[in-house]
C-alpha cells in the first residue's frame, strides 16, 4: 500500500504515514481529505497551492456534500453522487453515512441498488475491487496480487446470476460486493482499507445485457457444470494461497450453488453465505422480537414458506436449530415448516424434488384429508388453511404472493400473527406493509426485506421494522476478524440472533417493530460480535485469550470515519493499513 497507519512514540496518537507525495494523494480515497488538509499537511505533503486557501474540519465538510447529496433529483442520481464520493475521500463518504444512516441505508444498498446493478454498464466511472473473468482462470493468484492490499479482512464474492429479486445481472451484479463491504463498515465499523469485492465473470445469459453495447462484462453465456465448478474451485485455492487469514462471503449465486458452495468449502476457510445464514440469522431475530408482542413461545411456532430459495433454506435450518435448542426433537422441529413454491405445496412424492425442498417436504399421507381443489398442486391459501401457522414468511420475489384473503386467513388464526414479505427490492415484495397491516386490522407483526414507511391505522402507529441482513452480516464478519475464528458454525448464527434481538427497546415492541432502529446498527453489531465470539471459542473454532476484555476489545477494533494528521514518510517497508 501506499500508506501506513503508525502511532506517535511521544503523544500515542495514531497517523497515517503517506508513502507519497503531490496529486497522487489526493487521487488515493484512503488518503485524500479534500479541503481538511492542514497549512503545515499541504506543506508537508506537497500538494500546497493544489487545493483552495480555506481549511474545514470534517464537520464542516458535512453540510456541502450532504446538500449536493440532496440536489440530486433521483434515488439513482443519489447513489452515483455518493460513489462519486466514495471514490475520492473514503472518511468523508462513512461519516456522511454514518451521521445520517436512516437515509443513506436505502441509497447505498436495497433497494436502490437493485437498480444500480441494472445500469452498472452505464453508470460505470471506476473500478472498485477486482474482477476475475473466466478467461483468467490460469492466473488467478496474480489478479490477487494486484490488489492494494495483501492482507485483506474480509472479501465478498458473486457471480452476478441471482441478484437481488432480479436475476442475472452479469458483471453488474458487482454492485452487490461493493455494497455489502459499505455496510461492513458503516454498520459494524470492520476497516474499509481491508475489504475486498470480487466479481467472478463466468458469462451471463441475460440477453438484454449481452446486446449492450456498453456492457462492461464478459460477454459469452454462462459456463457452467464442471468447468464452472473448477474455475470456483482455482478461487477458493488461490484465496487459501494469497490471503490465508480473509473471512469469505458469498453473495447472490443461484440457489443451487449457494448452497453447494456452501457445504464445499464451509471447513475449509471461514466462510459464509449471507443470503442463506444471514437472512436466517436476521428473520430469527425478528421471530424472537415477536414473541415479546405475543407472549408466545418459539417451540409453539408453525411455519409456512412462500418461496423455497436458498434463503428459505438458511431461514428453515436455523429455526429447527432454535426449536431444538428449545427442547423440541429434532424430527417434530421440522414438522413445524411448510414450503409452498410455484408448484404448490412441497410432496415428498413430487417428482425432481430438490435437496431442500425434500428435506422439509410433506408425506402425501399427511395432506390425504385436507380438502383441495387439486391435491397435486396445493395451494398456498390451502396451506394456511390446514397448516393453521403462526409465521408467514415470503421469500418468492413474486409481487402479489400474499393475497387479502391470506391476510386476512393468517389474522383469523392468531390474534397477533407474523406477516413477513422478505423479497426484495420493494417491486418484488409479496404484499406492502400497508397491505398487510390494513388487512389484518392492525394485528399483524410485520417486518419486510425492504424499507417501508410506518402505517398509521386506527389512530396507532406502526413502525415497520425490515428485516434488514445489516444487522447480522457486519457484526458477524466483524467478530470472526477480531477472534480469527477459523470457522463460522451455526451456532454462531444463532447466538447472533439472539444479540440482535436483546436490542429491541420497548418503544420498539409499542409501535409493533421486532427490530431496532438502525441508528443503534453500530451497538448492535457489537453485541453481535461479541455474541460470535463467545460462541466461537466455546465451540473451539477460536482461542479463549479473546475473551479478555471482550467488550472492549471489539469496540477498539471498530474503525470509526474521522481524519487522522497524514506525514509524509518515504517507503520501506509498508504496514498494514487496517490495524
Not at 522 to 527: E, F, G, K, L, N
Request: with cysteine; glycine share 8%.
Amino acid at each position: 500500500m501506499d500508506f501506513s497507519i503508525k502511532v506517535n512514540p511521544s503523544t500515542r496518537q495514531r497517523y497515517i504515514a503517506s508513502h507519497k507525495r503531490g496529486e497522487g494523494v489526493l487521487m488515493d480515497s484512503f488518503l485524500n481529505k479534500g479541503t481538511a488538509f492542514t497549512a503545515e499537511e499541504r506543506d508537508d505533503l506537497g500538494i500546497l497551492g493544489l487545493l483552495p486557501p480555506a481549511i474545514f474540519t470534517i464537520e464542516q465538510q458535512l453540510p456541502r456534500v450532504y446538500a449536493s447529496f440532496c440536489a440530486k433529483e433521483t434515488p439513482l442520481e443519489k447513489f452515483i453522487y455518493l460513489a462519486s464520493l466514495h471514490d475520492r475521500n473514503e472518511v468523508l463518504y462513512y461519516r456522511l453515512i454514518h451521521e445520517r444512516i436512516d437515509e443513506m441505508l436505502p441509497i447505498v444498498y436495497t433497494p436502490v441498488v437493485g437498480e444500480a446493478c441494472q445500469k452498472f454498464s452505464h453508470i460505470f466511472r471506476r473500478g472498485r475491487g477486482l474482477y476475475i473473468s473466466y478467461d483468467q482462470k490460469d492466473c488467478i493468484e496474480k489478479v490477487l496480487r494486484n490488489y492494494h492490499t495483501d492482507d485483506p479482512s474480509i472479501i465478498v464474492v458473486t457471480d452476478g446470476e441471482r441478484i437481488l429479486g432480479l436475476g442475472d445481472q452479469g458483471a453488474g451484479g458487482m454492485g452487490i460486493p461493493i455494497g455489502k463491504l459499505c455496510l461492513y463498515t458503516a454498520c459494524a465499523g470492520v476497516s474499509p482499507y481491508g475489504t475486498l469485492p470480487i466479481m467472478l465473470d463466468v458469462g451471463t445469459d441475460n440477453e438484454e445485457r449481452l446486446n449492450d453495447p456498453l456492457y462492461v462484462g464478459l460477454r459469452q453465456k454462462r459456463i457452467r457444470g464442471p468447468q464452472y465448478q473448477e474455475f470456483i474451485d482455482r478461487f477458493v485455492e488461490a484465496v487459501q494461497k494469497v490471503f490465508p487469514n480473509v473471512l469469505l462471503q458469498w453473495e447472490d449465486f443461484l440457489k443451487e450453488n449457494a448452497i453447494t458452495q456452501l457445504e464445499r468449502f464451509r471447513d475449509t476457510l471461514p466462510t459464509f453465505n449471507d443470503d442463506i445464514q444471514g437472512t436466517a440469522a436476521v428473520v430469527l431475530s425478528g421471530i424472537y422480537g415477536a414473541m415479546r408482542l405475543t407472549g408466545g413461545k418459539m417451540s409453539d411456532q408453525r411455519l409456512v414458506f412462500a418461496g423455497a430459495g436458498a434463503s428459505a433454506h438458511g431461514i428453515a435450518e436455523l429455526f429447527v436449530a432454535a426449536l431444538v435448542d428449545e427442547g423440541l426433537p429434532l424430527a417434530e422441529a421440522r414438522k413445524r415448516i411448510w414450503t409452498v413454491d410455484t408448484k404448490g405445496l412441497a410432496i415428498s412424492d413430487r417428482a425432481g424434488l430438490e435437496g431442500f425442498k425434500k428435506e422439509f417436504a410433506r408425506e402425501r399421507a399427511e395432506v390425504a384429508d385436507w380438502k383441495v381443489d387439486d391435491a397435486a398442486r396445493i395451494s398456498l391459501e390451502e396451506t394456511i388453511d390446514h397448516a393453521k401457522p403462526t409465521i408467514l414468511i415470503g421469500v418468492s420475489a413474486t409481487p402479489g404472493t400474499f393475497s387479502e384473503a391470506i391476510v386476512k386467513k393468517m389474522a383469523a388464526l392468531n390474534e397477533r400473527p407474523l406477516v413477513f414479505p422478505l423479497s426484495n427490492p420493494t417491486s418484488k415484495s409479496e404484499c406492502t406493509a400497508e397491505q398487510a397491516v390494513l388487512w389484518s386490522d392492525g394485528r399483524a407483526i410485520v417486518a419486510t426485506g425492504s424499507p417501508f414507511d410506518p402505517v398509521m391505522h386506527k389512530g396507532e402507529r406502526h413502525r415497520i421494522g425490515q428485516c434488514n441482513n445489516a444487522f447480522i452480516f457486519p457484526g458477524v464478519g466483524l467478530g470472526v476478524c477480531v477472534a480469527k475464528a477459523r470457522h463460522l458454525s451455526d451456532g454462531m448464527f444463532l447466538e447472533a440472533a439472539r444479540a440482535l434481538a436483546t436490542h429491541v427497546t420497548e418503544a420498539d415492541i409499542a409501535e409493533s417493530a421486532v427490530y431496532p432502529q438502525l441508528a443503534t446498527i453500530r451497538d448492535c453489531s457489537h453485541s453481535v460480535a461479541c455474541a460470535v465470539i463467545r460462541r466461537a471459542v466455546k465451540e473451539g473454532h477460536a482461542d479463549a485469550e479473546v475473551l479478555v476484555n471482550l467488550e472492549e476489545v471489539v469496540r477498539r477494533a471498530m474503525w470509526f470515519p474521522e481524519y487522522l494528521p497524514v506525514h509524509y514518510e518515504p517507503a520501506t517497508q509498508a504496514e498494514p493499513a487496517h490495524v
